[in-house]
């Protein structure tokens, strides 16, 4: 996988052209949003190759805290499974499992595309275990009063900011990225350090961005899909604006 896999770019749906533009300006991973994007099973076996053919690392935002999800992301080559929802350490404990096999956890084993479509062995068993990566989502409430115990459990790999439920769940109503948004970052910061875990935070603004790389976030999500589009129509809209009032345009250049 690329170097650059710290910078990863959020895609709703499985978007050819955008997923090779990332890919071209530098980015090394992509944030599949599942759980809320337009992605099936049928879409998702094709698009999870192709990035990782293109070289980039594949962090899948699973439909939902479940098994089936959490398998078959995983089954279809994902390289790190983001599980939304997660509501307290038990609750981590459980469905963190479904995404290691046993006897660390309790993932059940396909011979697909992962195991060359073929057996398996001990050793195949292990490194799957090691090289695929398991991340619970910190956006409920029990979950970040309980982070330390939720990053100790073995079954978990890191952990994957969700701000806008968090905020929304610790009472403050909508995401706005004030003092108490980033304390919260800033626990959950601490907590991932003092466990040795990477952790991953969605930073749209230069704000964000700036608080990830201070407090030593394993990857940042830039940009998603539909802010990029966004952006760019509203840049080219903006300047023809500039010129349809420019002096030129209405003729008092003489």
């Known amino acids: 996988m690329d170097a650059n896999r710290r ?3 959020w895609l709703s749906g499985p978007n050819t052209a955008a997923a ?3 890919r071209q300006l530098g980015y090394g991973a992509a944030v599949l949003d599942i759980e809320h ?3 099936d099973l049928a879409a998702l076996e094709r698009f999870i190759p192709f990035l990782r053919a293109i070289g980039m690392e594949v962090i899948a935002k699973v439909l939902g805290p479940e098994r089936g999800p959490i398998q078959q992301a995983l089954d279809f080559g994902a390289d790190v499974v983001a599980i939304p929802h997660v509501e307290n350490a038990a609750h981590a404990a459980v ?7 046993p006897p660390l956890g309790d993932r059940s084993f396909a011979g697909g595309r992962t195991a060359r479509y073929g057996g398996f062995s001990d050793d195949w068993v292990a490194a799957q275990d090691a090289g695929t990566r398991c991340y619970p989502m910190i956006e409920d ?3 970040i009063e309980e982070i330390d115990d939720i ?3 073995p079954t978990v790999d890191g952990v994957f900011v969700g701000p806008s439920d968090l905020s929304l ?3 403050r109503g909508a995401y706005t990225r004030t003092d108490a948004d980033f304390a919260d970052l800033a626990l959950i910061a601490a907590a991932a350090r003092r466990a040795g875990k990477p952790w991953l935070l969605p930073a749209w603004s230069p704000q964000e961005k700036r608080f990830a ?3 030593g976030a394993d990857q940042m999500a830039l940009t998603m899909e539909h802010g990029a589009l966004m952006a760019g129509l509203a840049a080219a809209r903006d300047a023809m604006a500039d010129i349809d009032t420019s002096p030129a345009l209405n003729g008092s250049h003489g």
């Open 37 to 39: 994007g337009t992605f």
């Open 20 to 22: 090779e533009i990332a």
């Open 141 to 143: 409430a029990g979950a």
């Open 7 to 9: 910078h990863a770019v």
């Open 95 to 101: 469905v963190t499992g479904f995404a290691k096999f």
């Open 213 to 215: 790389v201070d407090h």
């Open 151 to 153: 990053l100790a459990l």
């Open 169 to 171: 769940r610790r009472e």
